[in-house]
T-cell receptor, first 114, second 117 residues
Framework: DAGVIQSPRHEVTEMGQEVTLRCKPI?????LFWYRQTMMRGLELLIY????????DSGMPEDRFSAKMPNASFSTLKIQPSEPRDSAVYFC????????????FGPGTRLTVL | AQKVTQAQTEISVVEKEDVTLDCVYE???????LFWYKQPPSGELVFLIR??????QNEISGRYSWNFQKSTSSFNFTITASQVVDSAVYFC??????????????FGTGTQLKVEL
């Protein structure tokens, strides 16, 4: 079975540019999570969705970040405009149920903002 | 608030040694779940185990074993006869339980394990 799919795997962009990260959760999973990993702050939850509905976006750093989940098989995380401090690895994870089931992570997108 | 502490930042062992990674957690939930994930040098996060707060039985899976002790709020991970392929960052994580969903994972800061020949 396919796991969580993220694209692109690597993204290098210049400050001020718009960046869009994409995620396809495991088929049948109804919860989706976006995390950011940096050396300084470790793994941080940015936002999560249940049944395509954003439940908690308190981890989104600021208005430059936005996330959408138009359907059960696709989500995007957008940064506009990007800044060098946004450089990090962004992970998407999905989970089967509302219960504290296991989250399965994608391979991550390494974002570098110059 | 939930908190996970992995006090060991980095551990180096020689192959075939046993190694234990410590995890201490804090939560006010009576029902909660504990997890271990592995992050190899390639970067992905690999799920290893999930334990719920009502099950204190230790678990063994091959060379891996986990010791869950509610009395000390610890969920330690032991690798027996370590191998170079075990070199990775290992994260302990905690999830509370709220009926209706919305559970979030709280991660520790990770322990970097280096297994050398």
């Amino acid at each position: 079975d396919a796991g969580v799919i993220q694209s692109p795997r690597h993204e290098v962009t210049e400050m001020g540019q718009e960046v869009t990260l994409r995620c396809k959760p495991i088929s049948g999973h109804n919860s989706l999570f976006w995390y950011r990993q940096t050396m300084m702050r470790g793994l941080e939850l940015l936002i999560y969705f249940n049944n395509n509905v954003p439940i908690d976006d308190s981890g989104m750093p600021e208005d430059r970040f936005s996330a959408k989940m138009p359907n059960a098989s696709f989500s995007t995380l957008k940064i506009q405009p990007s800044e060098p401090r946004d450089s990090a690895v962004y992970f998407c994870a999905s989970r089967l149920g509302l219960d504290p089931d296991t989250q399965y992570f994608g391979p991550g997108t390494r974002l570098t903002v110059l | 608030a939930q908190k996970v502490t992995q006090a060991q930042t980095e551990i180096s062992v020689v192959e075939k040694e046993d190694v234990t990674l410590d995890c201490v957690y804090e939560t006010r939930d009576t029902t909660y779940y504990l997890f271990w994930y592995k992050q190899p040098p390639s970067g992905e996060l690999v799920f290893l185990i999930r334990r719920n707060s009502f099950d204190e039985q230790n678990e063994i899976s091959g060379r891996y074993s986990w010791n869950f002790q509610k009395s000390t709020s610890s969920f330690n991970f032991t690798i027996t006869a370590s191998q170079v392929v075990d070199s990775a960052v290992y994260f302990c994580a905690l999830s509370g339980f709220s009926p209706g969903g919305g559970n979030k994972l709280t991660f520790g800061t990770g322990t970097q394990l280096k297994v050398e020949l």
